[in-house]
């Protein structure tokens, strides 16, 4: 289900951005999220990857606009 | 549109209006140059704004847009990406042979044209080209008197070219050397008819020149090959004993066609004096802004330039 998704992701941003009490929903985007520029989008792509035991392809990694789109994606995995 | 704004408005404009566009594809990495350039003086929105207007006549003249460039940017961006996240799981570059960077880049016109157009794009929209850009300039400038004949190799986009011809006043020769076939019919495009300049489709490697050189730029090829040594040795032979070397190179860049992997400044400086030259002047600038422990353990990239001289001995 989706919104157990979205509770499963959450961790994986708040440990990534160092944001504990991070509270995340489907429309937020890079600028929602203190911290999340393409640096960091590196380290988070990679954490998403492990913990869900996934790979990104190149074409999907230029089109993450929003959590809802990595949520999207991730389905699309099997998740 | 903006006739009346003074040049840093009109620049801060025309960059705002890229950031904008890359936005509604990838906010994540928008959020990156908004911060970055934001932060740059009013010389950069000055520079800018022309340099943004020159791209944009050149993609009117080959019926693009600027919204064709910020997606071929974009496409770059997502390469990058993903060999990034290759890079920080494996320690190395996924390409390890010319052969094979021949193939699935040089040789390959639909990545050549997305990849050049980004590259040229890039040149304005990242902080740490459009300083090395600078360092271009200013060094050229002050070398500029006395060079009659000038290269470049992998010279790409053709920009640092197009810059030369204008400094170089008392330039007879500007010949442009360059593998890929795409590169050297954008740059062809995109640099501005003379008679003095020529364009050579060859490997560096093979190309032979009778006239020796007093100036030549090679930014960004020396991690597109196995061997740099070679490759600046190489570049020695096109050159007077007085003549000079402009070059830049990224230390941890992992791109789809970079194969020899530059770990510092002071790796490429190895390489530079293994190859017969001394370093005139140097400049190295991160490509993130962090506490200076954390650039190396992240690996982040750090874009080499320098002007070199032969030694002679
Ligand atoms: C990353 S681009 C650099 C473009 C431009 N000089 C810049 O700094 O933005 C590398 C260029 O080097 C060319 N190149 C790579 N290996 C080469 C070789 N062995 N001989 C000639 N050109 C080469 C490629 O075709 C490409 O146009």
């Given at each position: 289900m989706r919104s157990d998704l979205l509770t499963r992701v959450t961790p994986v941003f708040r440990n990534n951005f160092n944001a504990p009490d991070l509270v995340l929903n489907e429309t937020m985007t890079a600028k929602d999220v203190?911290?999340?520029d393409s640096f960091a989008h590196i380290n988070l792509i990679m954490a998403l990857e492990d913990t869900f035991n996934v790979r990104f392809e190149t074409s999907e990694?230029?089109?993450?606009?929003?959590v809802g789109d990595l949520l999207t994606l991730l389905e699309s995995k099997g998740v | 549109m903006s006739a009346t704004l003074d040049p840093i408005s009109s620049g801060r404009q025309a960059v705002t209006g890229l950031i904008e566009e890359v936005a509604k594809t990838n906010p994540v990495h928008a959020k990156k140059l908004e911060r970055f350039l934001m932060a740059l003086g009013d010389d950069y929105f000055e520079f800018a704004g022309p340099f943004i207007h020159r791209i944009e006549t050149y993609l009117t003249a080959r019926g693009h847009t600027l919204e064709f460039a910020v997606k071929c940017y974009l496409n770059m961006i997502a390469d990058v990406t993903m060999e990034h996240v290759r890079f920080l799981r494996s320690?190395?570059?996924t390409s390890t042979s010319f052969a094979e960077v021949n193939e699935r880049v040089y040789g390959n016109p639909k990545v050549m044209s997305y990849y050049m157009h980004g590259l040229l794009l890039s040149q304005v929209l990242w902080a740490h080209h459009y300083k090395m850009l600078r360092f271009f300039h200013s060094g050229l400038e002050k070398r500029a008197?006395?060079?009659k004949h000038y290269m470049e190799v992998?010279?790409?986009?053709g920009m640092f070219l197009a810059d030369a011809l204008g400094m170089?006043?008392?330039?007879?020769t500007f010949t442009m050397v360059d593998i890929s076939p795409a590169s050297l019919e954008m740059a062809q495009e995109f640099?501005?008819?003379?008679?003095?300049t020529a364009f050579k489709l060859a490997d560096v490697f093979a190309y032979e020149h009778g006239e020796k050189m007093d100036f030549i730029t090679m930014g960004e090829?020396?991690?597109?090959?196995?061997?740099p040594v070679a490759l600046l040795a190489r570049l020695r032979t096109f050159l007077k004993d007085d003549g000079r070397v402009f070059i830049t190179t990224p230390t941890n860049a992992p791109a789809i066609d970079h194969i020899f992997l530059f770990t510092s400044a002071e790796h490429i400086r190895q390489v530079i004096h293994a190859a017969g030259y001394d370093i005139e002047e140097e400049l190295g600038i991160w490509s993130e802004e962090m506490p200076p422990e954390q650039l190396e353990k992240n690996k982040v990239t750090l874009l080499y330039g320098a002007f070199l001289k032969p030694r002679l001995s």
């Open positions: 203190e911290g999340w990694l230029g089109q993450i606009g929003c | 320690g190395r570059y008197a006395g060079i992998g010279g790409g986009h170089v006043k008392g330039g007879e640099v501005p008819h003379d008679p003095r090829v020396m991690e597109h090959v196995e061997d």
